[in-house]
């Protein structure tokens, strides 16, 4: 537990910003599109590099167009073969594998797209079951307008606090850019963790498994380069999933006026914001129970729902942690052995 890591004031602004966002949904009767909008709010707010403003205008733009990308195509393809998903899952997990070419920073950029993608992928797939066309580019919208909320709420700040450089928003993410060189173990880590992120989408989507995106969104963040560290990271993710779909479901459960609802979402957001460099079990419950919740919103669901979330994330740290295990001895035994002394 990092207690000196908390950010509260980074907390409350993540707060003002999805207040006004939950409110112009609800006033609008559009709270469907509150999860694109709430990711790339939270996702933006991650990412800021801090420094010279253009500078940290730049790359948060980059980021919000690269996401605007992967959210129209993952709903362009979501929903359609399961072939389609299971190659465009390889690709884009392996190119953010391979981001850290760019430093440590672009390559947790390219591991938040590499999450929404997954999500975006999954929605059509739910929409369908509601028989709703799910709207490709309306959703896109949603996450630029999130994105570009959030760049100009950070000028402002910029502007009253001096126009000076500034520190990252988020000191958990590494700050990171220098270039670093692909070796062969960087190439194959990044390999390995698409491979088996597409297996688990392979497993999800051609078993057309509903709410079963959290199995591949399981083992994308499980994925760790050696066995130890993806033990803990599951241990992690584990504990975080359990507590975030419990929450989900008590507020789902519970809890029948749409503007409560959207007001814990914002709250949540603001919460695994402020943690997220104190506690990564906890800020993971907090995200998770957001992201279920606005899920929810435009397709109601049940306890059963909930506890099948639960499942597919265990099925999905298992993919992560036995293909990092046969990884990890596959290493040992191709090892050029030392020459014994004669």
Not at 32 to 60: C, Q, S, T
Not at 256 to 272: Q, Y
Request: with cysteine.
């Amino acid at each position: 537990m990092k207690r000196d890591k908390l950010n509260v004031r980074q907390g409350v602004t993540v707060e003002v910003v999805l207040v006004v966002l939950a409110a112009a949904a609800i006033a609008l009767g559009q709270q469907k599109y509150l999860l694109p909008v709430v990711l790339g709010v939270l996702f933006v707010a991650l990412i800021d590099p801090g420094g010279e403003y253009g500078y940290r205008v730049r790359a948060m733009t980059v980021f919000a167009l690269t996401g605007a990308l992967l959210t129209a195509l993952g709903f362009g393809i979501g929903g359609g073969p399961w072939g389609y998903a299971v190659l465009a899952a390889f690709v884009v997990t392996l190119l953010a594998g391979l981001a850290v070419k760019f430093g440590l920073h672009r390559f947790v950029a390219g591991m938040l797209l590499n999450f929404w993608f997954i999500l975006a992928l999954a929605q059509p797939s739910l929409y369908n079951l509601d028989r709703v066309q799910a709207d490709t580019w309306q959703h896109t919208l949603a996450w630029l307008v999130g994105c570009a909320l959030w760049i100009a709420v950070s000028g402002v700040v910029w502007l009253a606090r001096g126009r000076g450089p500034r520190p990252a928003p988020a000191e958990a993410i590494p700050g990171d850019t220098a270039a670093h060189e692909l070796t062969p173990p960087l190439i194959l880590f990044a390999l390995i963790r698409a491979l088996a992120v597409s297996i688990a989408v392979a497993v999800a989507f051609g078993l057309n498994l509903p709410n079963a995106s959290w199995m591949p969104l399981a083992a994308l963040v499980t994925m760790k380069p050696s066995w130890d560290q993806s033990v803990l990271a599951a241990e992690q993710r584990l504990a975080g999933a359990i507590l975030g779909a419990a929450l989900s479901a008590l507020v789902l459960l519970t809890i029948d006026n749409k503007i409560v609802t959207v007001a814990i979402i914002v709250v949540l957001g603001a919460v695994s914001v402020s943690i997220s460099g104190v506690n990564y079990a906890l800020s993971t419950a907090a995200t998770a129970a957001a992201i279920l919740i606005a899920m929810d919103l435009p397709h109601p669901s049940n306890f059963a729902d909930e506890r099948m979330r639960v499942v597919y994330t265990f099925a999905g740290v298992g993919i992560a942690v036995a293909i990092t295990f046969l990884a990890d001895q596959l290493q040992k035994h191709t090892k050029p052995r030392t020459p014994q002394p004669t």
